[in-house]
């Protein structure tokens, strides 16, 4: 399955209910199983981001609802990317002219 990394910033609103953060984290988890996917890791962060997520989909259309129903609840906003594995580096390289 294709690995994603996806950016996360807190919005006003998800800083004034942040309380409320692991049990998000939790419904997060959910949602990704429900789409067929999984939400790998959580990490908080400090600097420009406040949070990384990595997980897996099925496909980028997938990771992309995901990020689309997750981010319509107005708690964060993301940036997300699809990641190579170094073994899928190795392939895409390999066939390189």
């Known amino acids: 399955m294709p690995t ?34 999984e939400l790998k890791q959580f990490y908080l962060t400090m600097g420009q981001y406040d949070a990384i997520v990595i997980s ?18 107005g708690n964060i906003r993301t940036e997300t990317m699809r990641v190579f594995t170094e073994d899928e580096f190795r392939r895409i390289i390999a066939g390189l002219p």
Do not use: H
Not at 8 to 29: C, F, H, L, S
Not at 56 to 73: C, R, V, Y
């Open 4 to 37: 994603y990394i996806s950016l996360i910033r807190y919005t006003q609103k998800g800083m004034e209910t942040i309380k409320d953060g692991a049990n998000r984290v939790e419904a997060a988890k959910k949602a990704f199983k429900a789409f067929g996917g």
């Open 56 to 73: 897996e989909g099925p496909d980028d259309e997938t990771a992309a609802k995901l990020a689309l129903a997750i981010g319509s609840l």
